[in-house]
């Protein structure tokens, strides 16, 4: 199948726009994605470095509250702890805003796609009052930069941040032998077996308990701290060596060192190439990708050492690319981020300091369609197979949201049948074509193209 320029930007973009003209070709889609990121600078999210400084000062606000002795002490902490809390949810507010302006606007749709299927890949959920806002910085800081780059880098970016350290609770993980650990705090596993089950050799992958268990006694050490962020405690660590899938790492002084090798090895092993191409077709292509587009992904994946550009520059080049069927169901933050674009949103369409604003138009529906902002169920993230995305509340969701949110976003709408080439291209099916041309009123039509199964899918 050849290049199909609206194709290209529906399946691996993040739909398409009257604004915007769609990719020429997969090298234009290449270029896009490897010079500097005009959207993330234009709508920019603070990385997790520059929030920490909020988060620390939200926890010892947290604790003056806490031990406050007089009702006066205690009101004022009280009063304080709201105030960060407030600026806290605010800046929450306008970067998830931000980050659908990013879809509507950017002419780099495949940069944002990439995005959102490595944060997904590498899950990170914020829980409790400090950390439940984390989750975008996070990913500005240790995702976005890595998605045309070395997967490695990406790995080490990930297993290092504070977010992933306390989500799988990492950070009070303690070699039993160490120093720190005084005979009573113990090892925890949950970061080694997420790291080789879900992050790298996949379910299936070629490692044993016992891998788990000294890789997490490597990965002790690993902390951090609400003043300097991520450290490596080597009092934390276990002494001696660990053996990993038969290699060695270590010695009787642990260092962050011992660890990048093995992240290292880890990110170049063949089976991490199969897990990652599989994924990545699955992602983007089909539930059920063929067995040679993934021996392409993954012959491309290992030649260049996990360098993921090549690999999607591999991804782009397949005929399976191409196929004019629409495989797979839009998860609600395609779906929604796609009818922004066809809606062509610009910043003051949406209510970028208000967060209840925010929820009701966009995060609530998201919540119900089965998506809450960065917050999936598990470390193994959002499902991919299609059927858990159109059960029949879900798809309510979707049908309430796309015949309600048009008007409220954009009190002047477009006529249905403008909008229908905006958000389908001329090739629309002929009966959505029909259905729009017998809508009783714009948002009727707007309603009915969104919800139709042609939009819904890519």
């Known amino acids: 199948m050849p290049f ?8 691996f973009g993040c739909g398409l726009s009257p604004r915007l003209t769609p990719p020429e070709s997969a090298a234009g889609m290449m270029a896009r994605l490897t010079r500097p990121d005009d959207a993330g ?5 603070a990385p997790f470095s520059a929030r920490l400084p909020q988060l620390a000062a939200l926890q010892r606000a947290r604790r003056d509250r806490r031990k406050a002795k007089s009702d006066a002490a205690r009101r004022d902490a009280e009063e304080h702890y709201k105030d960060l809390r407030r600026t ?21 749709g495949l940069r944002e796609r990439l995005t959102a299927f490595w944060a997904d890949h590498f899950t990170a959920r914020g829980v409790g009052q400090i950390w439940s806002y984390a989750h975008l910085p996070y990913v500005e800081e240790a995702i976005r930069p890595h998605v ?15 977010l992933m350290l306390s989500y799988l609770d990492q950070y009070r993980s303690f070699g039993p032998d160490s120093p720190a650990a005084k005979g009573k705090r113990g090892l925890n596993e949950n970061l080694a077996r997420e790291l080789l089950e879900l992050h790298t050799l996949g379910a299936d992958g070629p490692y044993t308990q016992t891998d788990v268990r000294q890789m997490a ?18 009092d934390m660590a276990e002494p001696g060596p660990e053996t990993v899938l038969g290699i060695s790492y270590g010695g009787p002084g642990a260092t962050l060192d011992h660890i990048h090798a093995a992240l290292d090895d880890l990110a170049t092993h063949p089976a991490t190439a199969t897990h990652i191409a599989r994924k990545l077709a699955v992602h983007f292509v089909s539930d059920a990708p063929t067995p040679s587009l993934i021996r392409a992904l993954t012959a491309r994946y290992t030649e260049t050492g996990g360098d993921l550009a090549a690999v999607i520059e591999a991804l782009l080049a397949h005929p399976d690319a191409w196929s004019p069927e629409m495989r797979n169901v839009k998860q ?38 089965g998506q809450p902002m960065g917050a999936p169920p598990g470390p193994d993230g959002w499902p991919e197979d299609d059927a858990d995305w159109i059960t029949p509340q879900r798809l309510a969701a979707r049908l309430q949201w796309a015949m309600s949110a048009p008007f409220q976003l954009r009190r002047t709408l477009p006529r249905p049948e403008t909008f ?6 001329p090739d629309a099916p002929e009966p959505v074509k029909f259905a729009a041309r017998a809508a009783e009123s714009r948002a009727e039509g ?4 969104l919800a139709s199964p042609a939009f819904q899918r890519f």
């Open 4 to 11: 199909d320029p609206q194709l290209a930007e529906i399946r």
């Open 41 to 45: 600078q234009t709508y920019p999210i």
């Open 88 to 108: 806290l949810r605010t800046d929450a507010a306008r970067w998830t805003g931000h980050a659908f302006l990013r879809r509507a606007l950017t002419r780099d």
């Open 148 to 162: 045309a780059g070395r997967f490695a880098d990406m790995l080490r970016a990930v297993i290092t941040q504070p």
């Open 217 to 234: 006694e490597l990965l002790t050490g690993l902390t951090f701290d609400m003043k300097r962020g991520f450290v490596f405690r080597a």
């Open 332 to 369: 609600p933050v395609d779906f929604v981020g796609s009818a922004l674009r066809a809606l062509d949103l610009v910043p003051r369409h949406l209510p970028l300091g208000n967060l209840r604003r925010m929820q009701n138009m966009l995060l609530t529906p998201m919540a119900l369609m």
């Open 420 to 425: 229908l080439i905006a958000a389908l291209g």
């Open 446 to 449: 707007i309603g009915i193209i």
